[in-house]
T-cell receptor, first 114, second 111 residues
Framework: DTEVTQTPKHLVMGMTNKKSLKCEQH?????MYWYKQKAKKPPELMFV???????INESVPSRFSPECPNSSLLNLHLHALQPEDSALYLC?????????????FGNGTRLTVT | DQQVKQNSPSLSVQEGRISILNCDYT??????FLWYKKYPAEGPTFLIS?????DKNEDGRFTVFLNKSAKHLSLHIVPSQPGDSAVYFC??????????FGTGTSLTVIP
């Protein structure tokens, strides 16, 4: 069982819809991440939150809006997406108090934009 | 530009033999390297890591080797088991919170 929980597992949305992806961890990790992964490609970093503050935004389009309500939760709000945004969206967390701490991933949300 | 590369998209190995997965990187500032295993419909699972001050790290059947001068790392799995069949990603980091992933190698262990 993964210690990073993502919901929903699957999501189909139209280009005019607004939806949110949710991620939760209870490992006490203070860094949380959103990655996007397309088929046969490596995970691509989208956002990093460190101590609940956005520290890295990899030039992600504004139709993706991250939110970190508290140290355990991470959301990704989606609006006016394009079909090419269809992908597996992975949440991850890691410690910030220890140097060289690995990422722990959730099982992802498979997003299809129609 | 891909800073972490896995040049073998796939690898097949007989059960009980050694599996060797390779990874190359271009950024000499990377100081922390990791291997992840991914099954279909699941997120990547952390396997083993190594910092740049070491050249080898071992955990059970898994050993990671780092050659800094060649900017190369490898994962050895001995003995290979059918349950090891998965996609393996290497990753590298230079800041502690920004990780770069390779394209993955699909390992098949044949019973």
């Amino acid at each position: 069982d993964t210690e990073v929980t993502q919901t929903p597992k699957h999501l189909v949305m139209g280009m005019t819809n607004k939806k949110s992806l949710k991620c939760e961890q209870h490992m006490g990790h203070r860094a949380m991440y959103w990655y996007k992964q397309k088929a046969k490609k490596p995970p691509e970093l989208m956002f990093v939150y460190s101590y609940e503050k956005l520290s890295i935004n990899e030039s992600v389009p504004s139709r993706f809006s991250p939110e970190c309500p508290n140290s355990s939760l991470l959301n990704l709000h989606l609006h006016a997406l394009q079909p090419e945004d269809s992908a597996l969206y992975l949440c991850a967390s890691s410690r910030r108090d220890v140097e060289n701490s690995p990422l722990h991933f959730g099982n992802g949300t498979r997003l299809t934009v129609t | 530009d891909q800073q972490v590369k896995q040049n073998s998209p796939s690898l097949s190995v007989q059960e009980g033999r050694i599996s060797i997965l390779n990874c190359d990187y271009t950024n000499s500032m990377f100081d922390y390297f990791l291997w992840y295993k991914k099954y279909p419909a699941e997120g990547p699972t952390f396997l083993i890591s190594i910092s740049s001050i070491k050249d080898k790290n071992e955990d059970g059947r898994f050993t990671v080797f780092l050659n800094k001068s060649a900017k190369h790392l490898s994962l050895h799995i001995v003995p290979s088991q059918p349950g090891d069949s998965a996609v393996y990603f290497c990753a590298a980091s230079n800041t502690g919170n920004q990780f770069y992933f390779g394209t993955g190698t699909s390992l098949t262990v044949i019973p």
